[in-house]
């Protein structure tokens, strides 16, 4: 919920974002999205500020120790199997999107039935009994609203820099994620951590940044947009946090309950801006337009992206948000690696390099996080 994929060697991050649409159809979207960039750069810093400090919801129990992350808390073989889960269904996912988008190229229109499937999935679950919804304020709604404009804003900052720079341009920006993560976890919240941790993220951004090495093209508007875009996702996952462990404790049913129908209907909007709303009009009335095929596929794809966002946002409240932006790395070496044996994608010896360093710098950081949860215990006895 979550961005045909320009190309499976060069992958693009999944989730709640249409990081894992394509190439294509973002540049068919450049001259609409053109129009809109300068809003959307003046209204996200006021957002992520609200999202981050300006609500009691989301201020943190400011300490310098990182073992009182709630994350810490979580047995590790939950994690684990979280984690795995995590990866299947993202990677599931992109191959979904792939093709779909290959025979519809409407990539703020499939968000939308990412959104409204999910919304669909969590109030059914809430009809069930299974899901009970949390009295809230006034000021917690309006922090969900922002997160849910956080999301979008998300979505389309992507977007318009994504069609004024090259994909593996992109994919190198945004494999600084940890890096960036770590950094507003210590400018907001003050955590630390421990040296291992600081050192482990060098193979893991390193590494990414060799597995989708190509051909960097960016203008100095578009550096700028993709900057942007790095940080808002950092934002979006630590406030996606924040959210089901803070104050506010919200699950992650609950939390994809309350902000997926503001997405929807905000996706819905960007959709009409863009044109794609036309596009799909004119696409109906083609002969074969709407298979059987396709529906099934449409279908298929929306279950999969509601299965996704559920242990996508549990993930993250387990795990943690600087884990989750590891995973993403993690996961586009996993994509190329998929697509060399689906599709049989030739790569270079720096991309095959940039796999093998990711997985082992992913291996190395696990291994850190595991040797710091023991000192803590055999600190505590």
Same mark, same amino acid.
């Given at each position: 919920m979550g961005e045909p994929q320009p190309s499976l060697s060069h992958p693009q991050p999944t989730g709640l974002s249409p990081d894992n649409t394509g190439s294509d159809s973002y540049h068919s979207l450049r001259k609409s999205d053109e129009d809109t960039k300068d809003s959307l750069d003046s209204s996200s810093s006021g957002l992520?500020?609200?999202?981050?400090?300006?609500?009691?919801?989301?201020?943190?129990?400011?300490?310098?120790l990182v073992q009182d992350a709630p994350e810490n808390q979580v047995p590790r073989?939950?994690?684990?199997?979280?984690? $795995?889960?995590?990866?299947?269904?993202?990677?599931?996912? %992109?191959?979904?999107?792939?093709?779909?988008?290959?025979?519809?190229?409407?990539?703020?229109?499939?968000t939308v039935s990412h959104t409204t499937a999910t919304s669909i999935g969590?109030?059914?679950?809430?009809? %069930?009994?299974?899901?009970?919804l949390t009295p809230l304020s006034l000021r917690s709604h309006l922090t969900l609203l922002a997160f849910s404009i956080l999301f979008t804003l998300n979505i389309a900052i992507s977007n318009v820099s994504? $069609?004024? &720079?090259? &994909?593996?341009?992109?994919? #190198?920006?945004?494999?600084?994620?940890? &890096? &960036?993560?770590?950094?507003?976890?210590? %400018?907001?919240?003050?955590?630390?951590?421990?040296?291992?941790?600081?050192?482990?993220?060098?193979?893991?951004?390193?590494? $990414?940044g060799l597995a989708t090495a190509g051909?960097?093209?960016?203008?100095?508007?578009?550096?700028?947009?993709?900057l942007l875009g790095v940080f808002l996702a950092c934002i979006k996952t630590i406030a996606t946090n924040r959210l089901m462990t803070g104050p506010l404790d919200l699950s992650a049913m609950e939390l994809l309950l309350r902000m997926s129908p503001l997405a929807a #209907?905000?996706?819905?909007?960007?959709?009409?801006? %863009?044109?794609?709303?036309? $596009?799909?009009?004119?696409?109906?009335?083609?002969?074969g337009g709407f298979t059987w095929s396709l529906s099934i596929a449409l279908l298929l794809n929306a279950c999969v992206a509601f299965a996704l966002n559920v242990i996508s946002f549990q993930t993250n409240k387990l795990v943690g948000a600087l884990a989750v932006t590891v995973c993403g790395n993690v996961k586009q070496a996993l994509t190329i690696l998929l697509g060399i044996v689906v599709f049989s994608v030739p790569?270079?010896?720096?991309?095959a390099t940039g796999m093998f360093v990711t997985m082992m710098g992913a291996a190395w950081f696990s291994k850190v996080e595991l040797d710091n949860k023991a000192s803590r215990l055999l600190g505590g006895t």
């Open positions: 992520t500020s609200t999202l981050l400090q300006g609500s009691p919801e989301l201020e943190a129990q400011v300490s310098s073989g939950t994690k684990i199997i979280f984690i $795995a889960l995590y990866l299947f269904l993202n990677l599931s996912l %992109t191959l979904s999107n792939k093709s779909v988008l290959s025979q519809l190229s409407l990539p703020w229109l499939l969590t109030f059914a679950l809430m009809g %069930t009994g299974y899901l009970n994504l $069609a004024m &720079v090259s &994909v593996p341009f992109h994919q #190198i920006m945004r494999s600084t994620c940890p &890096v &960036v993560t770590i950094l507003l976890y210590r %400018t907001i919240y003050s955590r630390s951590y421990n040296t291992g941790t600081y050192v482990s993220i060098v193979p893991l951004v390193l590494g $990414a051909d960097y093209q960016a203008s100095g508007l578009g550096f700028l947009l993709t #209907i905000q996706c819905m909007a960007y959709a009409a801006l %863009t044109g794609e709303l036309s $596009a799909l009009r004119r696409f109906t009335q083609l002969d790569i270079g010896v720096t991309n």
